[in-house]
């Protein structure tokens, strides 16, 4: 796979690189804000839950 056949997801120039799920082109900007869409460097925080965890068990 060459990367640079593939525009950045963000700003639409060339990519120079694929991190977090995303091809980009390289500016800190671009790279946060695929970081951001990710959810994380591992992708474990995409869905944060909104309500607080009930430690009784009477959790949904």
Known sequence: MNIEEYDCQ???????????A?????????????REERGGPGGHMKKKRTEPINIEGNDK
């Open 22 to 34: 995303a091809f980009v082109c390289g500016s800190e900007e671009c790279i946060d804000k695929a």
């Open 10 to 20: 963000f700003c639409g120039k060339k990519a120079k690189q694929y991190c977090f």
